[in-house]
C-alpha cells in the first residue's frame, strides 16, 4: 500500500545577492560594498512612527494592527486587487481578534498581488529576519503566521524601544501638527532610560490650504496654541514662527511641506491681508485660496531661513483621489496619485530670496522622476540651498532608485543628495527598506567602479557618506 505525505509547505529564501547585480565581477565588488554599509546605524530624518509607541512602549496589539493596517503600501496594492480597506482594519478604530485574523488572511491569500514589488521584498525581509517565520504567505499557511507572529510580538523583545535598539536606529524622525505639544517626545527626552534620538518634524500643510473646509477653525486652534490671534495674516505668521520654535526646542531639524504644486510666491502684505480675511470669512475663490497658499508657503520658506530648520517639500501629488474613500475612512489610506510637477519657475521666487542664504536649506522631493534630470538635478548643481530629495512613495523600487541615480549624479553629483527616507508607519519595515537602498547603491556604485568611473576607494567612501553624512548634512542632524 502506497502513502502520500503531505508536501511541505514553502518557505521564503532570502539571496544573500539580491539587488546587486548579476554580472559576476560587478557583483563581487558590490557584495564588498554592501557589506561594508550593512550595518551601520539606520539615520532615518523622514517617516511617521508616532513617538508614543516609544514613549508608551507597550506591546503591539496583533500582526495586523503591526504589518498590514498602517502600511498603505500594502493596503493599496490589496485594495487595487478588489479587497475593501476596511477588511484590512484601514479605518476601523477597535478591531475584534476575529476581524484580525480575517485581514491577516485576506493579504496571505492575495500574497501574489506584490510579485515584482518593494513590498513583497520589503515584508519578506521583516518575516524572516525580524519576526523569525519564513513561511510563504497562503491560504494554507495565514493561521500559522499569525500565531507564530503574534507569539513574538507578545514578547517584551519585540516591544518598540527593544526594536529600537535591535535595529540599529540611530535617529528617528516622526511627522507631528503645528498644535502638538510634543508631550511623548518630551517624555523621551526626559527619560533616563531611554538612550535614543527621537526627533519631531513640523508639517503645517493643513494651516496653508484655505481652500480646504474647515481651515479657519484650524487657524483658530493654532492661535491657541501658539497663544496669539490669529485673526489677520502678521497673527498667523507669529503664531507660526512660536510653534516653529517650540519644535525647535523639542530637537525638531526640518520642517515638511506638500502641496499639489512647488509654487512659493511672496504676497504684498497688504494683499496678503485681504486674501487672509477672505479665506477667514470663507469668501475666497478656488484661485485666491490657491494664491494665499503660495504666499504663506513662501512665509514657511522665509521663516527656515531665519531659524534654520530644513525645509523639505514634496508636491505634485493628487491628495486622497477617491473622495468617497476618504469620506468614509479618513485620509492617508493609499489613494494618493502623483501629478506632474514643475520646479525650476515654480521655485525662481524662494531661490532668489534664499538660495545663497546660508542658513537656508530646501530639500525637494518628486514623484514625478521626469523631472530628476531636467530641472531637480541642475537646480541642486547651481544652488547651495538645494538638495535632492530620495525617490519616495511610488519611486522606491529597486529600478527606480537607480534610474534616480543615473539621472542625478552627472550634474549634482552624490553630496547634493538627501541620502534614503523610509517615510513608513510600518514600524517593522524600517531596516528592510534601508537595507534595500544600501544595496541599490552598492549596485550603482559597483558598476562605476567596473566602468572605471570610480575607484574601489572613492566607491567605499562614498557607500559610507550615502548612509550616514549625507542624511547629517541634509538634515542638519
Request: aromatic share 8%.
Amino acid at each position: 500500500m502506497t502513502t502520500t505525505s503531505t508536501p511541505a509547505p514553502p518557505r521564503i529564501a532570502l539571496h544573500r545577492d539580491r539587488l546587486l547585480p548579476a554580472e559576476p565581477a560587478t557583483r563581487g565588488i558590490a557584495r564588498e560594498l554592501y557589506a561594508a554599509v550593512r550595518d551601520l546605524p539606520i539615520v532615518s530624518p523622514h517617516g511617521h512612527v508616532p513617538a508614543q509607541w516609544l514613549a508608551d512602549d507597550v506591546p503591539f496589539p496583533d500582526p495586523t494592527a503591526l504589518l498590514i493596517t498602517p502600511d498603505h503600501y500594502l493596503t493599496r496594492l490589496l485594495h487595487a486587487r478588489g479587497v475593501p480597506l476596511a477588511d484590512l482594519g484601514v479605518g476601523v478604530a477597535d478591531p475584534t481578534s476575529a476581524q484580525s485574523r480575517a485581514a491577516f488572511r485576506l493579504l496571505c491569500r492575495h500574497w501574489p498581488v506584490f510579485r515584482g514589488t518593494p513590498v513583497k521584498l520589503w515584508l519578506e525581509q521583516v518575516l524572516v529576519e525580524v519576526l523569525g517565520v519564513d513561511l510563504v504567505p497562503s491560504d494554507d499557511t495565514a493561521d500559522d503566521l499569525y500565531d507564530a507572529i503574534a507569539e513574538r510580538v507578545a514578547d517584551r523583545g519585540f516591544r518598540p524601544r527593544a526594536l529600537y535598539d535591535r535595529f540599529g536606529i540611530d535617529v528617528l524622525a516622526t511627522t507631528d501638527d503645528p498644535c502638538d505639544d510634543l508631550a511623548h517626545h518630551a517624555a523621551l527626552r526626559d527619560d533616563p532610560g531611554w538612550h535614543g534620538r527621537v526627533v519631531p518634524t513640523f508639517r503645517p500643510d493643513r494651516y496653508l490650504e484655505a481652500g480646504l473646509p474647515g481651515w479657519a477653525d484650524r487657524v483658530d486652534a493654532l492661535g491657541e496654541a501658539a497663544g496669539v490671534d490669529t485673526g489677520s495674516l502678521a497673527g498667523w505668521v507669529d503664531a507660526m514662527e512660536r510653534r516653529r520654535a517650540h519644535f525647535a526646542e523639542h530637537g525638531a531639524v526640518s520642517a515638511d511641506h506638500g502641496h499639489r504644486d512647488a509654487v512659493m510666491a511672496p504676497l504684498d502684505a497688504a494683499e496678503g491681508e485681504r486674501l487672509y480675511a477672505r479665506a477667514r470669512a470663507g469668501h475666497a475663490t478656488p484661485a485666491e485660496a490657491e494664491t494665499l497658499r503660495r504666499g504663506l508657503l513662501f512665509e514657511m520658506a522665509r521663516m527656515s531661513a531665519d531659524d534654520g530648520l530644513v525645509m523639505t517639500l514634496h508636491p505634485g501629488v493628487s491628495r486622497d483621489h477617491h473622495a468617497p474613500s476618504r469620506e468614509r475612512l479618513g485620509t492617508d489610506i493609499g489613494a494618493d496619485i502623483p501629478v506632474a510637477a514643475e520646479f525650476t519657475e515654480a521655485l525662481r521666487p524662494v531661490l532668489h530670496a534664499f538660495g545663497t542664504h546660508p542658513r537656508f536649506r530646501l530639500v525637494v522631493f518628486t514623484i514625478d522622476e521626469t523631472t530628476f534630470s531636467r530641472e531637480l538635478a541642475p537646480l541642486a548643481g547651481f544652488y547651495p540651498s538645494l538638495y535632492v530629495g530620495a525617490p519616495w512613495w511610488f519611486l522606491d523600487a529597486p529600478d527606480a532608485m537607480d534610474r534616480y541615480r543615473a539621472a542625478v549624479t552627472e550634474t549634482a553629483g552624490f553630496a547634493k543628495t538627501s541620502g534614503f527616507v523610509d517615510d513608513t508607519r510600518a514600524y517593522l519595515s524600517i531596516p528592510a527598506r534601508h537595507d534595500a537602498s544600501r544595496r541599490a547603491d552598492a549596485a550603482y556604485l559597483a558598476r562605476l567602479v567596473a566602468d572605471h568611473r570610480l575607484t574601489l576607494d572613492e566607491a567605499h567612501e562614498t557607500a559610507r557618506d550615502l548612509v550616514t553624512t549625507i542624511p547629517r548634512e541634509a538634515f542638519r542632524l
